[in-house]
């Protein structure tokens, strides 16, 4: 915190920002998009994997997939025309709408820039007070940064490629504000449990009733009886 924050001369605004973006926050994502993405070429040249695909890629995909605009209207990438046009869109889109760019950035840049600008995203969004952090590929309403490691760590660690794709599933249907299907959310996140108890087990077409008698029975993992009941009497509403 600023001094002047901290004494009182300035006023700090700490009201979460749901359905809002303040100009702090805004210009903030700006420059973090323009330092990686809109700068001048040279600025892009020392490290070969970090630039697997070129700014001008991912400038041009914007302009095209995301903002439906002619490609003949886009100007050359690193000229000053062209950070001006985008600055200019970016400055008149809607707050959700510059979420919207954030997002698909983070789903095509899969080189070690693209996870830097995803680290910066987060502490951006963190220090000025936004209600959405970014986990894996989706912006989320916010959730404690230790359960934002949990659901990355299993999404990008995980061998087994079911039970990621079902976290992943969870996660996007829970992900929709104006529109979360806490249901399917919850389908999703129990069918990555039967997978992962499936796999323990040994037997991949075991449903998760049948997977947790084997697992207790067998002792392969130290199970307490509440959550195996508590399995078993509750999965069947979903």
């Not at 994502?29 to 700068?39: A, D, F, G, P």
């Not at 997939?65 to 886009?74: A, G, H, M, Q, T």
Request: proline share 2%; hydrophobic share 35%.
């Amino acid at each position: 915190m600023k001094f002047s924050e901290r004494f009182g001369f300035k006023h700090v605004n700490k009201t979460i920002q749901i359905d809002t973006m303040s100009d702090e926050l805004r210009i903030s994502l700006w420059n973090i998009v323009y330092q990686l993405y809109l700068k001048q070429e040279q600025q892009y040249r020392s490290e070969k994997d970090y630039l697997s695909i070129h700014p001008d890629e991912i400038t041009t995909l914007m302009w095209v997939n995301l903002w439906k605009k002619e490609i003949d209207k886009k100007e050359p990438f690193g000229y000053s025309q062209f950070q001006r046009s985008y600055k200019q869109i970016f400055f008149n889109l809607e707050w959700y709408e510059v979420y919207d760019l954030v997002e698909f950035i983070v789903k095509i840049d899969k080189t070690r820039r693209g996870v830097e600008f995803k680290k910066v995203i987060n502490s951006i969004l963190e220090r000025e007070f936004s209600a959405y952090r970014m986990v894996n590929d989706s912006l989320v309403r916010n959730i404690e940064e230790h359960e934002i490691e949990s659901i990355e760590k299993v999404i990008n660690t995980y061998k087994y490629s079911g039970v990621k794709i079902h976290i992943q599933k969870a996660l996007e249907h829970i992900s929709d504000k104006n529109n979360p299907d806490f249901r399917n959310s919850i389908k999703e996140s129990i069918s990555s449990v039967e997978s992962i108890c499936a796999i323990i087990c040994g037997k991949e077409k075991a449903t998760l009733g049948e997977a947790l008698k084997i697992i207790d029975k067998d002792k392969k993992i130290e199970l307490h009886p509440s959550l195996i009941e508590g399995y078993k009497k509750d999965i069947w509403i979903y």
